[in-house]
């Protein structure tokens, strides 16, 4: 069962954007905290950003100043944008919720950042 769809990756250059959007159903959106997670071959799952239902946000210190986590309640839709990207941001990205139980994981969005 897709719970979650992530889209907007793809392939930037160094110092270059992108924004990441994923939308789930409003049951799931109004009650949770969503959050944006990454993951490269071989390392764990970590945590980029999150944001509660009421506005508050959480970054990982390397994406501070750099990524942007929002909200759309009307739309169900969270957003992240990532400014000044660096190759270390390569990775899949991930959206769920911020604590367990999780949603069904979606296949995630390919950020690729080239030097």
């Known amino acids: 069962q897709v719970q979650v769809v992530e889209s907007g990756g793809g392939l930037a250059q160094a110092g270059g954007s992108l924004r990441l959007s994923c939308t789930t159903s409003?049951?799931?959106?109004?009650?949770?905290?969503m959050t944006w997670y990454r993951q490269t071959p071989g390392k764990q799952r970590e945590l980029v950003a999150s944001?509660?239902?009421?506005?508050?946000?959480n970054y990982l210190d390397s994406v501070k100043g750099r990524f942007t986590i929002s909200r759309d309640n009307a739309k169900n839709t969270v957003y992240l944008q990532m400014n000044s990207l660096k190759p270390e941001d390569t990775a899949i990205y991930y959206c769920n919720t911020f604590s367990q139980p999780f949603l069904s994981w979606g296949q995630g969005t390919q950020v690729t950042v080239s030097s």
């Open positions: 409003r049951s799931i959106f109004v009650r949770n905290a």
């Open positions: 944001i509660t239902s009421g506005g508050f946000t």
